[in-house]
């Protein structure tokens, strides 16, 4: 594991750039024709590091208030909202309030295997058994 220090104190502890599955940010999963969703669930105080995306999605914060810091950059979003992230980027999360945070990518095969999906959305660094 590897441990950033954030402006105001904070410090992430994160597992390489894998993504994280934990029962205490519980995510669900749902499919239409071509498109994966991938739903978080945060309550506040929780921190998550984003996986780095390969290509260009939609994430929606359905409720919720959350700060958002993507590269040099911290926004706070209050849901309901919406924005495109860009190929290549990775986002610290941090809930001020419970929130619902949703990314929405393309899934051109109708793939359900998770983390076949994972592997052709993220640059993951998982290690198979």
């Given at each position: 594991?590897?441990?950033?220090?954030l402006?105001?104190?904070?410090?992430?502890?994160?597992?390489?750039?894998?993504i994280?599955?934990?029962?205490?940010?519980?995510?669900?999963?749902?499919?239409a024709?071509?498109?994966?969703?991938?739903?978080?669930?945060?309550?506040?105080?929780?921190?998550?590091?984003?996986?780095?995306?390969?290509?260009?999605h939609?994430?929606?914060?359905?409720?919720?208030?959350v700060?958002?810091k993507?590269?040099?950059?911290?926004?706070?979003?209050?849901?309901?909202?919406?924005?495109?992230?860009?190929?290549?980027?990775?986002?610290?999360?941090?809930?001020?309030?419970?929130?619902?945070f949703?990314?929405?990518?393309k899934?051109?095969?109708?793939?359900?295997?998770?983390?076949?999906?994972?592997?052709?959305?993220?640059?993951?660094?998982?290690?198979?058994?």
């Amino acid at each position: 594991m590897k441990s950033l220090a954030l402006k105001h104190d904070i410090e992430l502890v994160h597992n390489n750039g894998d993504i994280v599955v934990t029962d205490e940010i519980p995510v669900t999963h749902d499919f239409a024709d071509q498109l994966y969703l991938r739903q978080m669930k945060m309550k506040a105080g929780q921190m998550v590091l984003g996986a780095k995306h390969k290509h260009k999605h939609i994430w929606f914060l359905l409720s919720g208030k959350v700060s958002i810091k993507n590269k040099d950059k911290i926004n706070i979003y209050t849901g309901p909202c919406y924005k495109i992230s860009e190929a290549g980027a990775q986002r610290v999360i941090y809930a001020h309030e419970d929130s619902v945070f949703v990314n929405i990518h393309k899934n051109p095969d109708n793939i359900t295997d998770i983390k076949k999906l994972e592997t052709l959305i993220a640059y993951i660094n998982r290690k198979e058994t």
